[in-house]
């Protein structure tokens, strides 16, 4: 292929985008980042905005990731992030099969939603085979059955003000005078409709592990690996990041990371 045939993802990944997105790869080196003021942050979120104006511009809203045959899948999935919630209720919901699992959607909806394992089952399902890119440097093709977001969203009827989806998960990152401190994310309206965006439950054709998130888990195929929140129990609509965490709407994002990870 000629390179003036380069489809968007890879012009974003080796132009603007794969810039901001080369300054995540060694995420020990750039422990600076972390600390609120550094110069080092400053780029990061820069480069999160320049990110995510190009993607948008370039990529369209509905534009789709690439999607592979099932003789591209040559290896089980690689765990991204924590692999074992050790939560007191996670445990519980484990030790039953997640029979009992409730997925929560509240915060700036007229319909807030409680919607059981079973529901989530019955609903109508997409299914795709699609790459998974961590910003740690490797890739891992797999398939992925679930709900389309858009169809709990459209249920549970956001109002006008709802900018932005977040999820709350059940794995506890790290410990903090104040307790647990429990990975969360968020996505914007636009992915959050995106007909590729599903909150997952199945992984290559049976139940989702738990090492990869079961009971659900959320793929948004147009960004990087740490943006597919593992081990969701709520959704929550909200119109600003003011109220979560340091303010920069997710785990990484507080910590110097870009909250836009578009590729």
Not at 73 to 86: K, T
Not at 165 to 184: K, M, N, Q, T, W
Request: hydrophobic residues 40%; charged residues 25%.
């Amino acid at each position: 292929m000629s390179r003036t045939n380069l489809d968007r993802r890879a012009l974003l990944r080796s132009g603007v985008l794969g810039a901001s997105a080369l300054a995540l790869g060694g995420c020990k080196i750039f422990d600076d980042a972390t600390r609120q003021g550094s110069a080092m942050r400053n780029v990061f979120e820069s480069a999160g905005e320049l990110t995510y104006r190009a993607q948008r511009l370039l990529g369209g809203k509905q534009s789709l990731a690439r999607e592979y045959s099932r003789d591209d899948i040559l290896q089980s999935q690689h765990p991204n992030g924590s692999v074992f919630p050790e939560s007191a209720e996670y445990q519980a919901l484990m030790r039953n099969d997640f029979r009992d699992f409730e997925l929560a959607v509240s915060g700036l909806v007229d319909n807030p939603l409680i919607l059981s394992r079973e529901t989530l089952l019955a609903m109508p399902a997409r299914t795709q085979i699609t790459r998974h890119d961590c910003v740690e440097g490797w890739s891992c093709i797999a398939e992925w059955t679930g709900v389309p977001l858009g169809l709990v969203l459209d249920e549970a009827r956001p109002r006008a003000n709802a900018r932005y989806v977040v999820f709350h998960c059940h794995d506890a990152i790290e410990r903090s005078l104040a307790g647990p401190v429990y990975y969360y994310e968020s996505i914007d309206m636009i992915d959050a409709h995106h007909p590729q965006t599903i909150l997952a439950y199945g992984l290559n054709g049976a139940p989702l592990p738990v090492p990869n998130g079961a009971p659900l888990r959320v793929r948004v195929e147009r960004q990087l690996g740490y943006k597919m929140a593992k081990y969701i129990h709520k959704i929550e609509l909200v119109e600003s990041f003011a109220e979560l965490g340091n303010g920069k709407g997710s785990y990484w994002a507080d910590r110097g990371y870009e909250w836009y990870a578009g590729i």
